[in-house]
């Protein structure tokens, strides 16, 4: 897939502007310095050459971060293709830089629609891959549909290309995925899923739940960019608002931790009674979201389920009231019927805030109620997400270790030794040091008849 300003183009790719990539560039470099644990790995990898002779499928945020991420797996002899996980988050000077200056297939364009997306996943499982990377779980999930036969589930252009496909060539896409990796909580929850059903066709690492991820990408990361997303979007004043917060695992944990440090007063809404308690320990108020609705300035779901916001909430809303979406997928926000019930008058008022009046009161709702910290801003720092894409270089190396590839037909964590290897890189690079255990510590932490 070719555009017309891609004539130049040394790979196959789909993006906005080539002329983009010297751009492009400054900000991967930028983002390069906060990035030291992967850049160690690089360095080993390019010297051990561990992906030598695989193909890599990713479908990731295509930010500056994820491009340090292909360049570690390009360096340790992966042939990479990536393509974007969500429409809005696409920086395009960021794709136009890994094409033109890195080699690496993209296909990628902000703001593309949903026949562009699909056609983008089927240029990445064209690829026929070894290895894929998903965030969100998409390039697995339709995966799945053709192994099972499931074509009437596919988008229109993934159906039409495996419907030109023979029977050997269809089974032989699947079986040659030796595993895959999943970036997010939403992806996981479709994974496990699968793996109930008993459909799950290779293994698949859980990035998103190793500690060095989850503890540090979605809480201090989600929290940050969140935020950051929400004031670029709208430049209002948090302290002194009440900002709603739905879910509190550690994505909402981090948002209402930053929403409260810039003087907000925060509630927060669960279905989990034990997070509840927790929030409610925390210092926060816990309510349903009925009892929110009318007393939030601002609203944040961050809970990987759909309708989370719905009709009745969008009814007691006050006036001005601004609701936005971290979660991975589009659905936690019910905007088919937001737009139903409001007026025709809606409005763009300012870029990603498009506002809607209902029942005489008017809601704003931000970046399509999609990844606001993508959508209206840069996605989380570089500093955290280092860990994360650290994770990702290493679960891609070890599927394909002996131990990865006779990992079973399920969805399993990262080892225990990567995670805390990420976390010594880590605190390495941060010139912090820690105490080491003496013998007697370790003999005593590894007997029962001591200390008694």
Not at 24 to 30: C, F, H, P, Y
Not at 92 to 119: F, H, K, P, T, W
Not at 248 to 266: D, I, M, N, S, T
Not at 284 to 294: D, L
Request: aromatic share 4%; proline share 3%; net charge negative.
């Amino acid at each position: 897939m070719e555009t017309e300003n891609m004539a130049h183009a040394t790979v196959p790719c789909d993006v906005a502007d080539l002329t983009l990539a010297g751009e492009g560039r400054q900000r991967v470099e930028w983002a390069d310095r906060s990035m030291q644990v992967l850049t160690q790995i690089r360095e080993r990898f390019a010297r051990e050459r561990p992906l030598e002779g695989v193909r890599v499928s990713a479908c990731l945020h295509v930010t500056t971060e994820t491009a340090n991420l292909m360049r570690t797996l390009q360096a340790g002899g992966a042939d990479v293709v990536l393509c974007a996980s969500n429409p809005l988050s696409t920086q395009d000077n960021v794709a136009a830089y890994l094409v033109e200056e890195c080699g690496i297939s993209v296909y990628a364009v902000r703001g593309e629609d949903n026949d562009q997306y699909y056609d983008h996943i089927r240029e990445a499982l064209a690829h026929r891959p070894t290895v894929t990377m998903d965030d969100g779980a998409d390039l697995v999930s339709a995966l799945h549909m053709i192994a099972l036969d499931r074509l009437d589930d596919l988008a229109p252009t993934l159906r039409d290309w495996i419907s030109g496909l023979s029977a050997e060539e269809r089974e032989e896409l699947v079986s040659g995925v030796l595993g895959s990796t999943e970036e997010t909580t939403t992806g996981i929850i479709r994974l496990r899923a699968m793996a109930a059903d008993g459909v799950l066709q290779f293994p698949v690492v859980a990035v998103n739940d190793s500690l060095t991820k989850h503890l540090f990408d979605n809480r201090y990361g989600t929290g940050q960019s969140t935020l950051d997303g929400v004031i670029r979007a709208t430049n209002m004043l948090l302290a002194g608002s009440t900002v709603v917060v739905a879910g509190y695992g550690w994505c909402g944990r981090g948002v209402a931790l930053r929403a409260r440090g810039a003087g907000a007063k925060v509630i927060v809404t669960e279905v989990e009674p034990v997070a509840a308690i927790e929030a409610s320990m925390d210092g926060f108020e816990v309510a349903p979201m009925s009892e929110a609705a009318p007393v939030g300035d601002l609203f944040l779901t961050l809970t990987g389920n759909t309708s989370v916001i719905r009709e009745e909430h969008f009814r007691a809303m006050k006036d001005g009231a601004i609701i936005a979406n971290s979660g991975h997928f589009d659905v936690e926000i019910d905007i088919r019927r937001l737009r139903e019930i409001a007026d025709d008058d809606a409005r763009e008022v300012r870029p990603q805030a498009v506002e809607y009046v209902v029942d005489g009161r008017r809601i704003v709702l931000l970046a399509e109620g999609r990844l606001i910290n993508l959508a209206a801003a840069e996605g989380h720092p570089a500093a955290v997400m280092d860990m994360s894409f650290a994770n990702q270089a290493l679960a891609a190396e070890y599927l394909l270790s002996d131990e990865g590839r006779a990992l079973t037909r399920e969805v399993h964590r990262v080892p225990a030794e990567m995670d805390r290897e990420i976390a010594r890189l880590k605190l390495k690079a941060m010139g912090i040091g820690i105490d080491t255990l003496t013998e007697e510590q370790k003999h005593y932490l590894s007997s029962w008849d001591v200390g008694t």
